[in-house]
């Protein structure tokens, strides 16, 4: 399997080191041109290395060595940070590459649903070689990615700028040649991030444009519903919203007329758009109408398809299936979820939008007048006949809701805004830390990509409480949509004085910019965030000092994760109570979780925090599929731990998770069942934690790495009992040694999974892996009740079982690579995995 | 500057505000391992070796600053072990010898290489100088040695193994016609005294060893000529008599004092002895059960039956060593035995604890592969292994000189003077724990001198760091990241090139032997 081969494990270094273009003897000279204009477009001084290669790489698509000589030959960037930097973060390429990129996601959802097997069909398909990332003739670049954050469509491929879901084996090809073909997904992209002001009050249909309803092709129904009602003249609004929550049923429209319920449908295919526009929309004029009717029937006739009925696809939001998907959850920090276009501004400010802040900025100015003795005879203190929220009442409302940080480690906001309050000096600043980088987790995501100006408002509302002027959002590059909609949200926003040297109208400067990450998860760590802000390696380094004392450039920073800032408006509007009176003892108010893996109903969800594991599996998301039994959640990615089903009533709450030995983590919640191996979930977080680490520290990058040699040789079948010793004694000697918190939680993985499932561990000593999951260790066979179909020897990609009609077929266990093809189309359940 | 008190492990201190909880300990006492911290740099917090607990957790004490009624545990078992374990992580992916396979496997620890580097370097005094520290017999040995370095050699993987015994016999030899013949230095007279039984290899070796110490020492022997098995050898013609005699001889001139003659049991008793002297150490060589008993020692069915981790017998500041203990063949052995004998009784006489010393630490390579011995061969003398009598004879130096030079200098360059090996022994690391599949031996020899072992180098930060500082123009930076990041000079340049005003510095601070001159 490529993913677990050590030979093949990529090693930036190497390809840092060796960067001329190999069997490439003469290079063709580059055009440095491009280079001298960014300079000085972007800046000369050492913090503008990473936006610079950044725009390095997507001119010439790799880093050519002459460029970034050219670069500090003519900047303050020295070859070292260049070198240091540029090989540190992954999205950073040395070599040249091929025309198209394909990024299979490594995320947790498409592990345990087979992204392994899409990976190598695909390099099988394209012709490139094991320890190669490119076919011989430069057509395709094949690049791993951590997560791309689409856990409920797993498993997931990009290519170039289009995501696919559900991919297999089996249509892995036909994928390729959708993307491929002349107007086909590979040729552009349509626009879905333009500025919109939505017309009030006409009936509208609803439908879903978040990353994951885009990869189903929400886009291009999008599109085609805008084409339907301009043609029919429907008077209708055809209105781009966020994420609707229910990915598993994505694409999905909602028919919102006034008045009257919703309807709603899913799964809806492009070229149905129009029957639906007339199903629910009368069009003006009689002519239109037949023309129309008349051109859709004349269609049918002509492609002599089978049309499915528009009408199939409605969905009874009173079925049972919908109810328990949303009956349990509370729209808090997902507000208006389904509903809003995330970039109408007019529509925010409609539903409350920006009223807090409002309330916070003159707070705060007034106090700070009323403090300086600047109120003016008869200038009243309180403005607008409301309570306003000076600072230190406005993080007293924070205290009281009993916020905690949604990021994982679920620090008090409001203390941490206090202490960062209380720091001196003038300059501070606000960090949104939208680096998700775990495996298995889009919250903060769809967050960015549905609330954009939610998130802005929880940000302005952080720098008020603790006096900054800048706020930054800190987006992973891998969240393009959530860039391009925060960035089109901040320009609107400073149009129109949300933003800006005078926000809302008070004297008060609020700046706020975007930095893209470049591809390292433990970038979500504080001060290695601010290395990365910084432009220098993403290296994390010893707390105290915090970043609330110092933090960016050596200022008091506060970092609060997305889903932590978008809560924020909430609570000042509804009161510190309303929020609390949701959750358990310690932990208050609601959590976001993606909920994803082996699971019926996949998607975004919000519910109060101390809902039980029990209820968000078998109520929310409907279990695990048919026929199959729920063996554990993970929860908080390579941080967290596994839960076994039989824990499956702890409720969900910072320190209840903890006790099990996970953590709430960011919300990542990735369903596994029977055909989970635990030892194998180990190892693959193990490989992603030693890959991802920073290597600054002994106990992280040298640790982890002997902890995943032994899962290595465990889930090959080499494994010694004695190991299992070993394993769990180095867990508890990284937890405790490592420097910063990827080190310290990176073991918990494999301890949850040594607690929990030790027999598991016990049985691959003895040379069995009972998920049938490990390669090494597991055999296929053809049992007798093969009717000789012929299908698993046509879909067995190394010819390892013979083509033999109506005779029972038989496996070649020497050239087998396992790729559990032949089982996957055995219509007879006739493949034996043991 | 405000001054307040803290406590390590139970010891209060007082200590200024803004002091990193390293520079306290140091303030006590209380040395607390670090590899990567250089006052220069300020903490860089890589290598984790330095941990301390502090509320319950384990932190950086070279990064962590002093607070009023801070509590410091450094001395713990837990702290030692999360030590230990950083150290083994570290060993898990280091390449290299600390001590050369030659060094390590001969029985009395001679260092080799230094002794062919002499050699080499036409210093024939100073390489007798190496020899006779590690040796108590050079000339019998160099004749007599079963040689398991040679064994070791890693230029035996090559073509031959390096001539290592005939070139030491041939450095020995010359200090008999030396005009200045070298004895090796003594400490202060002691007060204490040691009676040897036996005037054997075992007893000689430990009788040596007890004289650099600084003990009175007096070997008694039954027979009326020294050498006890030796005279075997001597039948045997494997060593001539006069090499023996002057061998004698010079141990006589070294403080020997022999009183042959006298038989343990007949002319003195054990109870005799011990009103005499401080110890008394049993090396008659082999004895049989009923002889043993008659002077009140517990006997095993090989010899005298004695603690192994101590060398004492059963009769309290007796000891015994030697084929009287066990029957040995290998005279090197016999001479490792009873030296370690010898520092056993010197513990004893210092009121000690006593405990047989174990072996130096060292970190071990193992096998090289076809290409990493290509590339441990680099500039090399390829020159054929010289004949014994090439060697030996009196007149050509020349060829012991080539010889010499057929070394590969296995040995790191570092070692004595290597945060990691230093910490390793003290910390009793095991380097091999965690160690599965070793990475392939590198090193890069630059033109200017400067040796980069990419294999040794623990990713400290320092060169990078002090590079930067210095701003150089190339400099070195950290290359990649996780588990494969490496110390590289930017765009394929070459650690020279990245070194052109910081060589001498980062060489020196390098904790290990990443980076040192030729």
Redesign the interface.
Known sequence: MIATSPAARK????E??V?APEGNRIVTPIDLKFVEEAVERIGREPDAVIPMLQETQEHYGYLP?EA??RICEITRI???????VS???DMFRHRPVGKHILRVCRGTACHVTGAERVEDTLRRHLGIPPGEDTDPERRFTIEPVACLGCCTLAPVVKMDHNTFGHASAENASRMLAQFLAPNGAGSGQPQTEEERRNAVGLPQINIGLGSCCMAKGSDRLFEELQKSVEETGAQVLVKRVGCVGMCHRTPMIEVAIPGKPGVFYSGLAPGQARELVLRHFKPRGLMRNLSGLWDRALDSVLNDAPVEKVANHAMDTKKEEVCAFLEKQVHIATEQFGKADPLDLDEFLAHGGFEALAKCLRGAVACEKKVQGMLAAGEKEVQWGEPLFAAEELIGMIEKSGLRGRGGAGFPTGPKWRLARRQSGEVKYVICNGDEGDPGAFMDRMLLESFPYRIIEGLAIAAVAIGAHEGIFYIRHEYPLAVKRIRAAIKLCRKRGWLGERVAGVDYPLRMTIKEGAG?FVCGEETALIASIECR?GMP??R?PFPVEEGLWGKPTVINNVETLALVPWILRHGPEAFAAYGTKTSKGTKVFALAGNIVRGGLIEIPMGTTIREIVEVIGGGVGPGRQFKAVQIGGPSGGCVPAKLADTPVDYESLRDVGAIMGSGGMVVLDDRACMVDIARYFLQFT??????????C??????ML?ILE?LCAGKGQRQELVELER?SR?VG????CGLGKTAPNPVLTTLRYFREEYEAHIEGRCPAGKCAGLVKYRVLENCTGCTLCAQSCPVNAIPMTPYSRHFIDTTKCTRCDSCRQVCPHNAIEVK | MSTFNITIDGHELAVEAGQTVLGAAKKLGIDIPNLCYLEKCGPLNSCLVCLVKINGKLVPSCGTKVEPGMKIESGTTEVHEARKTALELLFSEHVGDCLSPCHRLCPLGMNIPVMLRHIQARKFDEAFVAVRDALPMPSVLGRLCHHPCEQGCRRGTWDEAAAIRDLERRVSDDDFESSNPYLPPKKAPSGKSVVIVGAGPAGLSATDYLLRQGHACTVVDRHELAGGSLRKEVDSEALPVEILDAELDRLSRFGVKFKMGVTLGMDVTLDGLLRGFDAVLITVGEIGKADGQALGLEMTPGGIKVQAETSHTNVPGVFAAGSSVKPMNQVVRVMSEGRAAAECIHMFLLGKPIQRKGKPFSNVMGRLSKGELDKFMEGADLVKRAKACDICETYSRKASLTEASRCLHCDCRSSGDCSLQTYAQVYGADASRYRHQRRPFEQKVQPGGVIFEPGKCILCGICVKLTEMAQEELGLTFVGRGFDVRVAAPFNGSIEEGLKKTAAECVEHCPTGALTFE
Request: glycine share 8%; aromatic share 6%.
């Open positions: 090693s930036r270094a190497d840092a080191i960067s060595e970034l000589k020295t070859p070292a940070a260049i070198a240091g090989s540190f973060y390292a390696r380094r010893l105290p030693q890959d991802q680490s920073c290597g600054k520290c002994t106990f990058r040298v640790g982890t790495r002997r040699d040789r180095l000697q405790a040694g490592s420097l």
